[in-house]
């Protein structure tokens, strides 16, 4: 997560009363998007390294 984002979802989870199911779908797909596009980003690193360090068959 990005720490940008901790002042929103604290907002947004206690406009709704704590329940994460009744936080908007909008921003809730926004933060996923942005949690995937990271791990993504981090897999592709990982990959990348492999690939270096990986002898060919």
């Known amino acids: 997560m ?3 984002d901790y002042g929103g979802v604290l907002s947004a989870l206690r ?3 704590g329940e ?3 936080v908007d779908p909008a921003f809730r797909r926004k933060l996923a998007a942005k949690a995937f596009g990271r791990t993504c980003a ?3 690193s990982i990959q ?3 690939d ?3 002898e060919p068959e």
């Open 2 to 4: 990005d720490p940008s």
């Open 15 to 17: 406009s709704a009363g």
């Open 20 to 22: 994460v199911a009744a």
């Open 42 to 44: 981090y897999d592709r």
């Open 48 to 50: 990348r390294i492999l």
């Open 52 to 54: 270096r360090v990986t």
